[in-house]
């Protein structure tokens, strides 16, 4: 099982607003705001862990939590420069963050998955209907032995659908990009 986000760097709120004691305390733990607030890049950094936060929060959905806005109810450990754990009420996930100058791009997993692919792209119009067209894209390269590839909702939660099984999936985007990630057959 899986979740992911991107964070489109170039479209955040101003640097000030973001790293205020309101905002850290409404979405930050203590130790969260300690660790941004010691990191050597800030605001990178309180966008990492948003980006974790947002990709476990997918999983939980998953789990069968209930829509809610409440990201300190999520604790973050990032081990190393791109590794993590979230600390949830549905366990602790792990989690891998890609950084590029223009986004950050987060996807949480359970500890016994299978492995999963993932992807980013830049793209400014359509951007439901583009992500969903890439990920279909995407696990055909990486999977060529299967001919039907198609997302369906269960509960409100996307899959894919193929030839063999159904296959966890999460979508995400923000600003101009659009970001994907898949569970390995």
């Known amino acids: 099982m899986l979740g992911n986000d991107i964070v489109d760097l170039n479209h955040l709120p101003d640097k000030v607003r973001s790293l205020s004691e309101p905002y850290l305390t409404k979405i930050c733990s203590v130790r969260e705001i300690e660790k941004v607030i010691g990191s050597d890049n800030p605001e990178l950094m309180l966008w990492r862990i ?18 809610a806005y409440n990201p300190k109810s999520f604790e973050t450990f990032p081990v190393d420069a791109t590794a993590g754990l979230v600390s949830t009420d549905y366990g602790t996930m792990l989690s891998e963050t890609v950084f590029d100058e223009n986004f950050i791009h987060t996807v949480s997993f359970l500890p016994k998955s299978k492995g999963f692919k993932s992807g980013q792209k830049i793209c400014a119009d359509h951007q439901s209907e583009a992500v969903r067209l890439a990920i279909i894209e995407d696990f055909r390269i990486q999977n060529p032995n299967q001919d039907r590839a198609e997302i369906i909702m269960k509960s409100d939660i996307p899959f894919l659908s193929t030839d063999t099984s159904f296959v ?9 990009f659009i970001a994907w990630a898949f569970e390995d057959l």
């Open 168 to 176: 966890d999936i999460s979508l995400s985007h923000h600003g101009t």
């Open 50 to 67: 948003w980006s974790m936060k947002e990709s476990a929060y997918k999983i939980a959905m998953k789990l069968g939590a209930k829509r």
